[in-house]
Structures are given as C-alpha cells and as structure tokens.
C-alpha cells in the first residue's frame, strides 16, 4: 500500500520513525560494520570506504529538494526490500559466508546498504529512491570489491598504465619495447607490477568525479563521461608517473625507486590528475548549459 504523495517535513513523524529504524539496523550490522571500518583502516585498497556514509549524507543534502520533492509511504515494496537485506545478513551469519572473512563482509555490507536503501523506499517511497540513485551509489561503494573484481581491476589498470607509459615514451623519441610486463629502456628496466596499477588513486578518482557530477553536472549522460574520463585520466597519469620515475632515475641512479619519490610520489601525480578532470568537468558544465539555453529559446 502507498500513501499519496506529499510535501517533505524532515522534522516530522516519519522523519524521526526513518532515523529510529537506521538505529535499528546500525545495531543490527554493527559486527560487519565494525569488521568494515576495520578493513578500510587497514587496506590502502580499501581506504576509501570509510568516507562513503559521508559522501552519500553530503549528495542527499545537495539535492534534497530534488529527492523530497513528493514523498509518500511504500509499505509493500520498502517491507520487502527490509525483508530481504535481512535474510541475506542472517544467511551469511547461519553458513560458512561467516567463516569466510572477505566473501562474508561484501554480502553483509551488501545487506546493510539495502536495509538503509529498504528503509528509505519504506517511509519516503519508490520515487524518492529513483530521485537519490546517486547517494545510494555512493552506499553501494562502501561494498568491498570482492576479490575476483580487485584483480580484474588490478589487471585492467596495470596494463593500461604499462601502455600509457609505452606511447609516452614512444612519443617523447626515447627507444622502448616490451617483455610482457618490463618497459626495456636503455637506462635501466622498469617493470609495472600490479602494485604499480594505481587502483587506490583510481578509485579516489573515480569517487571524486562522481562527487563533481552531483554538484554541477544535471545529465546522466554527463556524469556517465566525467567518470569514463576520471578512468582514462588515471591510467594516463599512472603512464607519466612511470616515465616520471624513469628520467629521475636515469639522472640520479636507481636508488631513487627505493625513496620517497616512488613510494610516496603518487599524490603529486593525483593533483595532476585532479588538474586534468577540471576542465573536462567544467567544458561538460558548459556544454549543459548551452543545451539548456537553446531548449529555452525554442
């Protein structure tokens, strides 16, 4: 059953029953959240997640008069939604998910960002849940990559970089070939190990874009290719990193892919990466408003 649609009051009855049952369910999910928080403290991989909650809180503020332009009571499809997400918590508790300590965490983190995203649909309806996709993308991140994903990543991104720096140097006239994953330069021999894929750096990337579409981007269509764009921007910015590390190391020995610059050089690179995504943000921004512009005139 639901209710007609009305104005939002966040101070209100349902607000207040909406934050009783997040309550509800933090006691819940308190062990694999407690095991997550765990995780993104102790995993560079996984860093990113503890900031996700925050994120999403900080999206569904942004829009909220989008989001909670009309919202109304979904009982059948939110009592559902909450039903599932719990039996998959208690599923993974009762059977050897639990005893599997990575397999486990990504269906309870699963599960817990379906009883909050169940419990939104519940109190402020389908079409709220539709209007707050974005928030709940970013909930979605705070699921570890389970490990199967993390190495296809991995790879994706380590053969990208390998070729990135490849055509760079190439581009730059500076004699290059490749042995799988060994640059053969004339200096010295660089391998891109999957350490070296950058996927902590993507990922940031790839969660600030996403951030940057929320705030000034209003088409799907242009979020979807700032991100696409954060993707290729990292890969480019790991292939200049590697060709950065090789003519430092050229000049000065190979003592130097021991210090600080190749072990801590990457934010410098991030900032560059940063530097490359703004004007694509900011051509995709203009590029809205002049089509807003011409609808308007028509």
Known sequence: MKSPPDSPHFMDA??????????????????PLRRLISLSLESHT?????????????????NR??????????????????????ALHVWCRMTEWNANADEGLVLSTLSAVGFITGTLVFFYGVNTFR???????????????????????????????????????RTAGIPVSLDGFVLMLPFIDLEVAPECSGIRSTMALFIVSLLIGTVYLKSAAGRVVLLLSSVAISIFKNGMRIVFLYVITANFGESVLAGPWHTRGGNLFFVV??????PVAWGLRALERRRRFASSCK
């Open 65 to 86: 008069k989008e989001i909670f332009h009309k919202v109304g009571y979904s009982y059948a499809a939110g009592s559902i939604w909450i039903f599932l997400s719990l």
């Open 273 to 278: 990466a940063l530097l490359l995504l703004s």
């Open 14 to 31: 349902r607000f207040a029953l909406f934050v009783v049952s997040l309550a509800v369910g933090l006691v819940i999910y308190s062990e």
């Open 46 to 62: 996984h860093s990113y997640i503890v900031a996700m909650p925050f994120i999403a809180l900080f999206a569904l503020a942004w």
């Open 131 to 169: 209007n707050a996709l974005t928030p709940v993308l970013f909930l979605v991140l705070m699921v570890p990559l389970p490990a199967p994903v993390l190495d296809a990543l991995t790879a994706f991104l380590q053969r990208g970089s390998l070729d990135a720096a490849y055509w760079i140097f």
